[in-house]
């Protein structure tokens, strides 16, 4: 039972260079959510996915986009990547129902750095 | 602005002895409360859930919650050097689905 499935584990870029950082879940979940941790600013929310085929923004989504490929796939892009981008970048997920939020599952992660 | 505010620590603790580390939040509609734990160079992995005022055990962990005072608590008793790590308080937000994280304390459990 895998969870959640980041690539690539780790990613060096330059400056001006695009990406995408994949994650997938197996889990059957329906809300899937992209963070990046930083040292002193804890996990901070990029996009999620309420359900397939919904995607919003969370509280710092300027640089990237998102893609939900379908239920199990969601991911990140960054299109013209600059060194505040460097961090570390988590993917979850989790099952939300009446009643209240379900808690998030997080894949391994996947280290960042730009030049 | 909603928030979860945790103290950074670290805090520092015998081994063999109870730590206990707190997380106010500012949304007093929240419903949902989790815990997790964060080692070193590691994901976040979740370590309790709460919905309910008063306390949820497992093991050695206890969730507490007081919704009035808008205070969520974790108890580690018989803390282990293993227990080492930052925790993470995230509560919440709506019926979104999503959660809003503190910054987390970090836990030394010394030999």
């Given at each position: 039972n895998a969870g959640v499935t980041q690539t690539p584990k780790f990613q060096v870029l330059k400056t001006g260079q695009s990406m995408t950082l994949q994650c997938a879940q197996d889990?059957?979940?329906?809300s899937m959510y992209w963070y990046r941790q930083d040292p002193g600013m804890g996990l901070r929310l990029i996009y999620y996915s309420a359900s397939e085929g919904t995607t919003d923004k969370g509280e710092v989504p300027n640089g990237y986009n998102v893609s939900?490929?379908?239920?199990r796939e969601f991911s990140l892009r960054l299109e013209s990547a600059a060194p505040s981008q460097t961090s570390v970048y988590f993917c979850a997920s989790s099952e939300n129902g009446a009643g209240g939020n379900q808690p998030q599952h997080f894949g391994d992660g996947t280290r960042l750095s730009i030049l | 602005q909603k928030e979860v505010e945790q103290n950074s620590g670290p805090l520092s603790v015998p081994e063999g002895a109870i730590a206990s580390l707190n997380c106010t939040y500012?949304?007093?509609?929240?419903?949902s409360f989790f815990w997790y734990r964060q080692y070193s160079g590691k994901s976040p992995e979740l370590i309790m859930s709460i919905y309910s005022n008063g306390d949820k055990e497992d093991g050695r962990f206890t969730a507490q919650l007081n919704k009035a005072s808008q205070y969520v608590s974790l108890l580690i008793r018989d803390?282990?050097?293993?227990?080492s790590a930052t925790y993470l308080c995230a509560v919440g937000s709506g019926n979104t689905g999503k959660l809003i994280f503190g910054q987390g304390t970090t836990l030394q459990v010394k030999p």
């Open positions: 889990m059957n979940h329906n939900r490929l379908n239920k | 500012s949304d007093r509609g929240s419903q803390s282990q050097p293993s227990d």
